[in-house]
């Protein structure tokens, strides 16, 4: 991928949110609406924020339900086909398989491993007592025999998937570039660094659109890498 940063842009205002897409577009490989965005304007609105822009779309849903209802979620998304798109890989072997079988053939599935909100505290909380890294690796065992593109994970874990699945397609946020707040992330690295360990991916948020001019944000940390 020529460009490797995908900015987030987790605003609820369409106007907004296409302002945002249109100042960054000559810096960025993509844009990421989420859920927030989704919830609140649907398809018209992902279509508002990408018409004219040359960028793949990431549709960053994190899907979790039972298989058949997120192979309904998925084709129900076909109209706005995303470049790439999020499931949960908790949601096992079943779930994971039905959203590959239900997408797009150009629709990249990734399933999203550890929340990069969480550290191994977090995880010992829930029950998951071994830790971000293993937890990571054996969900990425899971979403591969499943079939899908790749996963989503922090940068800390990423060069271990890459090196037991080569071939998989890492999407990693939790990037943040030196000297950024990193604010509710755990689990984070610079860009340059992430890229070096494997990312396929680079989802940045914040740092561009929080910043006073996001053109030259985007265009920074694109010089960096």
Same mark, same amino acid.
Request: proline share 6%; hydrophobic share 55%; with cysteine.
């Given at each position: ?53 040359? $960028? ?14 997120? +192979? ?8 706005? +086909?995303?470049?790439? $798109? ?10 994971? %398989? ?16 550890? $929340? ?5 505290? !977090? ?39 890459? %090196? ?13 570039? +030196? ?13 340059? !660094?992430?890229?070096? /360990?494997?990312?396929?991916? $680079? ?12 053109? /030259? ?9």
């Amino acid at each position: 991928m020529a460009n490797p940063i995908f900015v987030a842009i987790d605003v609820p205002d369409v106007a907004a949110a296409r302002g945002l897409a249109q100042a960054v577009a000559r810096h960025v490989g993509g844009i990421k609406l989420g859920l927030e965005f989704f919830c609140a304007h649907g398809p018209a609105g992902i279509a508002a924020v990408t018409e004219g822009l040359a $960028l793949p779309l990431f549709l960053d849903l994190k899907l979790h339900d039972i298989p058949n209802t997120v +192979a309904g979620a998925v084709r129900s998304l076909a109209g706005i +086909a995303p470049s790439i $798109l999020t499931v949960h890989a908790a949601g096992g072997h079943a779930m994971l %398989a039905a959203a590959k079988a239900a997408a797009l053939p150009g629709t990249r599935v990734v399933a999203v491993t550890v $929340l990069t909100s969480l550290d191994d505290a !977090d995880l010992a909380a829930a029950g998951v007592g071994d830790g971000a890294a293993v937890q990571v690796a054996r969900l990425a065992g899971v979403v591969r025999g499943a079939g899908l593109d790749g996963v989503v994970c922090s940068p800390h874990e990423v060069a271990a998937v890459k %090196a037991a699945w080569p071939d998989s397609f890492a999407v990693v946020p939790g990037v943040r570039p +030196a000297g950024s707040a990193v604010g509710d992330q755990k689990r984070v690295m610079t860009p340059a !660094d992430a890229l070096a /360990a494997g990312a396929d991916v $680079l989802v940045i948020g914040r740092p561009i659109t929080a910043a006073a001019d996001p053109a /030259a944000a985007a265009a920074s940390i694109a010089a960096s890498l």
